[in-house]
Nanobody, 130 residues
Framework: QVQFVESGGGLVQPGGSLRLSCTAS????????IGWFRQAPGKEREGVSC????????YYADSVKGRFTISRDNSANTVYLEMNTLQPEDTAVYYC???????????????????????WGQGTQVTVSS
């Protein structure tokens, strides 16, 4: 059974940084594309960043480009999301998701849509506030 566990969320002041982790259990993470999504209260879940399994290419939503960095450590079975220059509008529950890379439309930009991703973690809360 595919399982993901997110960690690293918390409360941070505007301009601060956090690093989220997504760890897989029960299978090898290297076979999957991994995406990070977020959902703020009253809003739809949106894609933030993803990384393919085949060539390690990375993709970002416009709202986080230049501030967030996704990386994967297959030996640790973990994908990270380094978040810098955090703003109050980044406040949300952050989820990681996995899917076979061939099912994800990376180049069209629609990878941000949750329905392409088959397996999800439980989420970790990120709150940006002074």
């Amino acid at each position: 059974q595919v399982q993901f566990v997110e960690s690293g969320g918390g409360l941070v002041q505007p301009g601060g940084s956090l690093r989220l982790s997504c760890t897989a259990s029960g299978f090898g993470l290297d076979a999957y594309a991994i995406g990070w999504f977020r959902q703020a209260p009253g809003k739809e879940r949106e894609g933030v960043s993803c990384v393919s399994s085949t060539d390690g290419d990375t993709y970002y939503a416009d709202s986080v480009k230049g501030r967030f960095t996704i990386s994967r450590d297959n030996s640790a079975n973990t994908v990270y999301l380094e978040m810098n220059t955090l703003q109050p509008e980044d406040t949300a529950v952050y989820y990681c998701a996995g899917e076979m890379s061939f099912k994800i439309p990376f180049l069209s930009g629609t990878w941000t849509r949750p329905h392409f991703w088959g397996s999800w973690g439980q989420g970790t809360q990120v709150t940006v506030s002074s």
